[in-house]
């Protein structure tokens, strides 16, 4: 970790903090800030306390005296930020994405919009069912559409077939008219002598 330091604010970060009781007063740990330290610690990186406290002389040993009541009296306190501070862990902080302005609040809220989106219109049972339900009913739309153009197609099938049929007649007794007219002109000709 090098000369990288991780600053962790006090008043309502390490320490319970409900409104400002005088430069003696510090809250009740945070059990899962202090965790947070212990183990930071035991992995060699450097731990600052970085609170405005600092911003006054006559509070540090107040914060230090409650840091060592803690376990933590190896640590500094600073209020101070420089280019070794790694990261800051603070109740106050907005953590924005780098180099976009949009702050992380903002970033969940859009991805927590569209996972309301997708659970409540998609992804729970009800909204399943309500899809589904809807593909069904399309489905069923798109047979009785169907139904009624294979009984189109069967009636204009059965109408052409009736009409081949009386096509097919006419034909026949054309021919037989034809026929008929061919075979008197043969008997003429034989009566006259050709
Ligand atoms: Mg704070």
Redesign the pocket.
Known sequence: MGNGWIGV?????LAK?DGWKGSDHIGEVIPKTLKYIQTALSEGIQIRIF?ARASCPEQIPVVKRWLKSHGLGMLGVTCKKDFQMISLR???CVQVIPNTGITLEEKIAKLEEKNTYWSLQQFNEEGKNQVLTERIAELERCCTKADQRIADLDRLFSQSHTKVKELRKQLEQYTDRMQNDIDCVVQRREGVGF
């Open positions: 604010d006090l008043d309502g970060t903090y609170t603070d109740d106050r």
